[in-house]
């Protein structure tokens, strides 16, 4: 089935860049995903690529798409403390693509 | 942008008695609504698609009779935990698709948080 992994914690210094890694195992991925949660809050959709795509950027942040490897990253530029939150890589693919398969999640905390 | 409300953003409740949360897209129609689980530092785990005047399409290992979906309009989705125990205490999120099939214009509630005494 569906997997998407990512590393559990990420601890990066006040204005340094923020990169968060995933991987994921479905071939059919369609649409990939990076998701913010603050503490108690519900979701937000940060940004997302399509498959047929290696990277985006929007503002500080900077999506990479390594199709060979399924491989996804989110490079947060000029981290501030705002940006402190657990950052979720998800997919879906083309035949569902409502169903959004998530991973585990990676927090974000910012020293200063 | 697109806004889904969830009510109540926190309850407690006794073992044993059963709890309806809410989950409205305040400013579109939602055909389809989705509810999610989250258990303390672990990710979102789908459990049910509903669809607007017809039964939801619940996930492999999440009980239909246990975890009631009524989707009665285009704005409102309800999830009634039955007889609630505290295995069940959780963090609950629905989300809202605005347009059929598109998952990058799904959006999320703020979430509710159930503790079950």
């Known amino acids: 089935g569906e997997d998407v992994e990512q590393s559990l914690f990420l601890s990066v210094r006040e204005g340094d860049s923020s990169v968060i890694n995933c991987t994921y195992t479905?071939?059919?991925?369609?649409?990939l995903y990076w998701y913010k949660q603050e503490p108690g809050a519900g979701l937000q959709l940060l940004t997302y690529i399509f498959s047929n795509m290696d990277m985006k950027q929007d503002q500080r942040l900077t999506v990479l798409l390594n199709k060979k490897d399924k491989h996804l990253s989110l490079r947060i530029a000029d981290t501030q403390t705002g940006d402190s939150a657990i950052y979720f890589c998800a997919e879906s693919d083309y035949s569902s693509a409502s169903k959004i398969i998530f991973g585990s999640g990676t927090r974000l905390s910012i020293r200063p | 942008g697109a806004v889904v409300s969830q009510h109540p953003s926190r309850v407690i409740c006794k073992s044993g008695t059963s709890v309806k949360i809410e989950c409205r897209s305040l400013?579109?129609?939602?055909?389809?609504m989705f509810w999610y689980r989250q258990f303390p530092k672990q990710s979102l785990m789908l459990m049910a698609t509903s669809n607007e005047g017809s039964k939801a399409t619940y996930e492999q290992g999440v009980e239909k009779d246990k975890f009631l979906i009524n989707h009665a309009s285009l704005t409102l989705s309800t999830l009634t935990v039955t007889s609630a125990h505290p295995e069940d205490s959780s963090f609950y999120i629905c989300?809202?698709?605005?347009?059929?099939?598109?998952?990058?214009?799904?959006?999320f509630g703020p979430g509710t948080r159930l503790l079950v005494l």
């Open positions: 479905d071939s059919s991925s369609t649409y």
């Open positions: 400013d579109f129609q939602a055909t389809t």
């Open positions: 989300s809202a698709d605005e347009s059929r099939g598109k998952a990058e214009t799904q959006y």
